[in-house]
T-cell receptor
Framework: GENVEQHPSTLSVQEGDSAVIKCTYS??????FPWYKQELGKGPQLIID?????GEKKDQRIAVTLNKTAKHFSLHITETQPEDSAVYFC???????????FGRGTSLIVHP | DSGVTQTPKHLITATGQRVTLRCSPR?????VYWYQQSLDQGLQFLIQ???????AKGNILERFSAQQFPDLHSELNLSSLELGDSALYFC??????????????FGPGTRLLVL
């Protein structure tokens, strides 16, 4: 099955700095890579995703990059704000269908 | 708001008991997924239903079962509860069968505490 490693487990930055979270996956057949944000007391919410035919995708302050050869993908948040503080999860599907294996999560803390 | 609803929000029960968690998917979504989130195991996929039929199975214990009804809501039944079953249980839904990178929308979760 798919194995997803996520680093770091915690990330503390100052407001306005950039934050980068990295994930590696094992199944070369994986073709869809979503990132979820989970705020305290809420369910995970999709913030951005990327498919294997694309190397990078941006949505305002958030970007995701994918390196299929190396089997890793990263979340980049620029100009961080206190409301970005949350736990972020990457995921990669089991080959053949979209049943995601989630990373262990990164707790991002943005200090004002 | 994702459009996925889950009830109850919180549940406190004793070991050995049985509980039922309920999920209503987003309007029009045919697939429902159940996940367990705990501190030591992270977010684990349990089971998927598509249009009333079981579609995929993950790390679901034999003491747990689920079903999806004709109106597409789903229930997760947890029986012979143990202390280790204490966790957050999430339901997610997607529009179709889940292949090809389909977005899943998560509900707010049910927090289960087994004493």
């Amino acid at each position: 099955g798919e194995n997803v490693e996520q680093h770091p487990s915690t990330l503390s930055v100052q407001e306005g700095d950039s934050a980068v979270i990295k994930c590696t996956y094992s199944d070369s057949a994986s073709n869809y890579f979503p990132w979820y944000k989970q705020e305290l007391g809420k369910g995970p919410q999709l913030i951005i995703d990327i498919r294997s035919n694309v190397g990078e995708k941006k949505d305002q302050r958030i970007a995701v990059t994918l390196n299929k050869t190396a089997k890793h993908f990263s979340l980049h948040i620029t100009e961080t704000q206190p409301e970005d503080s949350a736990v972020y999860f990457c995921a990669a599907p089991r080959g053949g269908s979209y049943i995601p294996t989630f990373g262990r999560g990164t707790s991002l803390i943005v200090h004002p | 708001d994702s459009g996925v609803t889950q009830t109850p929000k919180h549940l406190i029960t004793a070991t050995g008991q049985r509980v039922t968690l309920r999920c209503s998917p987003r309007s029009g979504d045919l697939s429902v997924y159940w996940y367990q989130q705990s501190l030591d195991q992270g977010l684990q996929f349990l089971i998927q239903y598509y249009n009333g039929e079981e579609r995929a199975k993950g790390n679901i214990l034999e003491r747990f079962s689920a079903q999806q009804f004709p109106d597409l809501h789903s229930e997760l039944n947890l029986s012979s509860l143990e202390l280790g079953d204490s966790a957050l249980y999430f339901c997610a839904s997607s529009g179709n069968v889940g292949g090809g990178g389909e977005t899943q929308y998560f509900g707010p979760g049910t927090r289960l505490l087994v004493l």
